[in-house]
């Protein structure tokens, strides 16, 4: 039990159920506590000591933010 | 206590006060500020926290990025840069 | 001395403990985008100092470098707000 386990479970289980239960209910709420899960789900890999999959996973994340922001903004152009 | 145990313990005081001082703004814009100093006291400590070469090129890369982060939020706060077309 | 060391660098990853939790809470508990976007900034802070302490120096320059840019495309996004 690292002090690194302890808070990515932390960080994962708030940022999971802030992402699910937003107080102002828009995307762009759900998108910003999406990133505390993120965080989390990044601390927890590093407790295990994995470069690789933390490299991949931080570069895949930076790609995934780009495209929801892509479809944030083609929903929202028309309304 | 060496005084690079110093330096951390100084650097680590300061980001947790920026961190309180942050949360207790009411102002938006002012949070900015303490924003970068949090930024910079972090940038210290990683530059302290092990003794290894590649650890300064570390710090400089967080002290990048989070300045290019902390001014991208000060500048689309102030209007953002689409506004004059 | 190495002892000493050892019991600094706990210290200080306490104090960046603390900084995390508190970006999290700040980040869930804030309602404008702009707010949650300074609070996810601590988070951050708090976060990149635990890569250090292992000891993965390229992950932490990885890092620190990309998650300005998450933040950046989460900006365009928002830049909407008040105009």
Redesign the interface.
């Known amino acids: 039990m690292n002090?690194?386990f302890i808070?990515g479970l932390?960080?994962l289980l708030?940022?999971t159920i802030?992402a699910a239960f937003p107080?102002?209910k828009t995307y762009?709420?759900r998108?910003?506590?999406l990133?505390?899960s993120a965080?989390g789900l990044?601390?927890l890999m590093?407790s295990y000591?994995e470069?690789l999959a933390?490299?991949t996973f931080?570069?895949v994340?930076?790609l995934s933010?780009?495209i929801f922001?892509r479809v944030?903004?083609k929903k929202?152009a028309p309304a | 206590?060496?005084p690079?145990?110093a330096a951390?313990?100084v650097?680590?005081?300061i980001?947790?006060y920026a961190?309180?001082r942050?949360?207790l703004e009411p102002d938006?814009l002012r949070?900015?500020p303490f924003?970068n100093v949090?930024?910079f006291a972090?940038a210290g400590?990683?530059a302290l926290?092990?003794p290894?070469p590649?650890?300064i090129?570390?710090a400089a890369?967080?002290f990048?990025?989070?300045t290019?982060?902390?001014n991208?939020?000060a500048s689309?706060?102030a209007?953002?840069l689409?506004?004059r077309e | 001395?190495q002892e000493?060391?050892i019991a600094?660098?706990n210290?200080?990853?306490?104090?960046?403990?603390?900084?995390?939790?508190?970006?999290?809470?700040?980040?869930?508990v804030e309602?404008?985008?702009?707010?949650?976007?300074?609070?996810?900034?601590?988070?951050?802070?708090?976060?990149?100092?635990?890569?250090?302490?292992?000891?993965?120096?390229?992950?932490?320059?990885?890092?620190?470098?990309?998650?300005?840019?998450?933040?950046?495309?989460?900006?365009?996004?928002?830049?909407r707000g008040d105009?």
């Open positions: 002090p690194e808070l932390v960080l708030g940022g802030a107080v102002p762009l709420n998108l910003i506590n990133e505390i965080w990044l601390l590093l000591n470069a933390l490299l931080g570069g994340s930076a933010v780009y922001v944030i903004q929202e | 206590m060496t690079q145990e951390l313990a650097c680590a005081v980001a947790v961190a309180i942050v949360a938006t949070k900015l924003l949090l930024s972090v400590s990683i926290l092990i290894h590649l650890s090129v570390a890369a967080y990048v990025g989070s290019l982060e902390s991208a939020i689309t706060y209007g953002g689409d506004r | 001395m000493g060391w600094v660098n210290i200080a990853l306490m104090a960046f403990g603390a900084l995390a939790i508190i970006g999290a809470l700040l980040t869930i309602r404008d985008p702009f707010r949650k976007l300074i609070s996810l900034g601590i988070l951050v802070g708090g976060s990149v100092p635990f890569i250090v302490d292992r000891g993965l120096l390229d992950v932490a320059i990885a890092v620190a470098l990309i998650a300005p840019l998450s933040t950046i495309f989460i900006l365009m996004v928002c830049g105009q």
